[in-house]
């Protein structure tokens, strides 16, 4: 570990002018930052301690959704009255991640910003572009069971390790957040970037800029809602695939359809076409095959990771007749419903 210099602000405006250069980095739950930084992958020169902001606490926005202060944890955001009621997606999701100690102490922030867990990214002496641009990509002909088989690039082929992220996406969430040029929104879709040339950067965040809030739509998705998580054992492991599937069902035909995969590409992994081909249809296993078809257009494994594709087509399929019959997944009963 390299020493840094350490400031704990207590206002936003103090937090963005201590987060000056390019070697800086918040601080918030540390779940993942002081992994990190143990393993020797982040060497910032300056850490910026966010706890004392006031960015915690859950509230209602003007439009009737629900907005998730970037320091809530995620425990306080699973478990909220408001959450499992109106986006039990978003629950079940965080549920099924991580574990419940590491759960009370991460935050929405934190997890929207969490790093891949690639394991050249964590290995500081095998190649890795991420890492470091320039150097490779180890992964590619190395080992990649875990690596993505959507949207990945030549330069790299890791994946997003987030299950709430997954959540969100198929919610359309909003991202808020601070920076030295003001406050923007940025659509959830838009938030995290597949690799291209530039591996190095996870999302389309500016220098210096710090999440504040998610915004959550006033959409009715809790009727018909599953989270499928796909794993190599039932706790403590992030996705080879993931599923966020939701319906709207009306008079026996889909409404509306939101689909996020997780565990398969650089960013969570959503289509509008494969979304469009279920509105207005009848839910049956015909009208899943053509938007599976659809969400794994040009899927293309690395040899060890094969077998995410028909693994993924199914989850698709199963988590779809989950979300129609309105019978999701358990994530305390983690058998396959």
Known sequence: M??????????????????????????????NLVDLLKENVARPTRI????????????????????????????????????????????????????????????????LNQRT????????????NKREPGQGCGAIGGVNRIHAI???????????????????????????????????????????RLPGDEPERDSTLRPGELVTAIDLPPEDFSAHHTYLKLRDRLSYAFALV????????????????????????????????AEEVLRGSTADAAAFERAADLLLDGAQGQGQNDFKIPLARKAILRALAQAAAGTPQSQTDKRIA
């Open 150 to 192: 959507l949207g990945a690039s030549p330069s790299c082929i890791a994946t997003h390790p987030s299950d709430m992220c997954v959540a969100l996406a198929a919610l359309k969430a909003e991202v808020r957040v601070m920076g030295p040029g003001g406050e923007r929104v940025i659509p959830f879709a838009d938030y995290h």
């Open 48 to 111: 910026v301690d966010i706890n004392r902001l006031p960015l915690r606490g859950i509230a209602e926005t003007e439009d009737g959704g629900l907005r998730l202060g970037a320091l809530a944890t995620n425990s306080e955001t699973a478990y909220d009255e408001r959450v499992q009621r109106r986006y039990p997606l978003l629950s079940s999701a965080i549920l099924a991640g991580a574990s419940p100690q590491l759960r009370n102490a991460a935050t929405n922030g934190g997890n």
């Open 2 to 31: 390299i020493r840094f210099d350490y400031h704990r602000p207590e206002e936003i405006e103090a937090a963005l002018q201590d987060a000056v250069g390019e070697r800086t980095a918040y601080l918030a739950g540390g779940t």
């Open 242 to 273: 993931s599923v966020a599937a939701a319906l709207r069902i009306d008079g026996g035909r889909i409404a509306e359809a939101r689909i996020a995969l997780g565990g398969v590409a650089h960013k969570p992994w959503r289509r509008e076409d």
């Open 117 to 128: 867990r690639c394991y050249y990214f964590y290995d500081v002496a095998t190649p890795c």
